[in-house]
T-cell receptor
Framework: GAGVSQTPSNKVTEKGKYVELRCDPI?????LYWYRQSLGQGPEFLIY????????DSGLPNDRFFAVRPEGSVSTLKIQRTERGDSAVYLC??????????FGPGTRLTVT | AQSVTQLGSHVSVSEGALVLLRCNYS??????LFWYVQYPNQGLQLLLK??????LVKGINGFEAEFKKSETSFHLTKPSAHMSDAAEYFC????????????FGQGTRLTINP
């Protein structure tokens, strides 16, 4: 069966530009998570959706970061006015209500 | 707040030798504990998890981990390393498991020497 997919796999953008990263969760999974993994570090939590609503957005670093999940399936992470420090691998995971989180392969974002 | 400390950012063992990757956690509530593996250019894969019950947990690929509350530890072991075990390993904690955020350690890169 299909796992979590993320597009694009790689994104290079210039400082100050706007980017969108997409996550397609496993079909039927109600929970969706975004994490960010900087080089040499473990993943850091950004935001968690239960259905369409953000249940916990405490990990978003500042108001340049925003995520949506309008129909309770696909999610988009949006970053405005990108900075070089935003360069990282952005990971998406999905799960059933009380189950294991399944991770996608990630989107590698490079801000030049 | 929860936190995870993985002792040793790099561990190197010979093929056939014991693998021991250390993880200590901090949590104000009973934790759920996880070990994930990340192969190059692949997503994180769950190796094993502890929620409640038996403190010795067996996972995939011959790995196991033991939850020791008194030591706040959840070390990962495998009796005999294979070349295919070379990867990055992450320990993680959540406070209620399931639909809750994971807090990860910084990772341990495991190298297997022939």
């Amino acid at each position: 069966g299909a796992g979590v997919s993320q597009t694009p796999s790689n994104k290079v953008t210039e400082k100050g530009k706007y980017v969108e990263l997409r996550c397609d969760p496993i079909s039927g999974h109600t929970a969706l998570y975004w994490y960010r993994q900087s080089l040499g570090q473990g993943p850091e939590f950004l935001i968690y959706f239960q259905g369409t609503g953000a249940a916990d957005d405490s990990g978003l670093p500042n108001d340049r970061f925003f995520a949506v999940r309008p129909e309770g399936s696909v999610s988009t992470l949006k970053i405005q006015r990108t900075e070089r420090g935003d360069s990282a691998v952005y990971l998406c995971a999905s799960s059933l209500d009380s189950g294991e989180q399944y991770f996608g392969p990630g989107t590698r974002l490079t801000v030049t | 707040a929860q936190s995870v400390t993985q002792l040793g950012s790099h561990v190197s063992v010979s093929e056939g030798a014991l693998v021991l990757l250390r993880c200590n956690y901090s949590s104000s509530v009973p934790p759920y504990l996880f070990w994930y593996v990340q192969y190059p250019n692949q997503g994180l894969q769950l190796l094993l998890k502890y929620t409640t019950g038996a403190t010795l947990v067996k996972g995939i690929n011959g790995f196991e981990a033991e939850f020791k509350k008194s030591e706040t530890s959840f070390h990962l072991t495998k009796p005999s390393a294979h070349m295919s075990d070379a990867a990055e390993y992450f320990c993680a904690v959540s406070d209620q498991g399931g639909a809750q955020k994971l807090v990860f350690g910084q990772g341990t890169r495991l190298t297997i020497n022939p």
